[in-house]
């Protein structure tokens, strides 16, 4: 299968849900000893959820989370 349709594919059914992106960036802030700040807001794009702590306000980590495998992508604080 192409890379192409790989993609398609994901964006259409991804592997991994939204539910189950939120269990991976609450283990990955106990892993790194972050606390886990409420609400969290989830965000699908083409290839990655973006998980919102403490509701994406201002100054609020947000973590990428890969669809496909259920990878951490990227870890960060929105900028201003």
């Known amino acids: 299968m192409s890379r192409f349709f790989g993609t398609m594919r994901c964006i259409v059914l991804p592997a991994v849900s939204r539910e189950r992106a939120v269990e991976i960036v609450r283990a990955e802030c106990e892993r790194r000893g972050i606390p886990w ?5 989830v965000s699908g794009g083409l290839l990655c959820y973006s998980v919102f702590l403490g509701g994406g306000s201002r100054g609020s980590m947000f973590v990428k ?3 496909r495998d259920g990878r951490i992508r990227h870890v960060g604080i929105p900028k201003a």
Do not use: W
């Not at 700040?37 to 807001?41: I, K, Y």
């Open 65 to 67: 989370v890969d669809k």
């Open 37 to 41: 700040r409420q609400p969290v807001t």
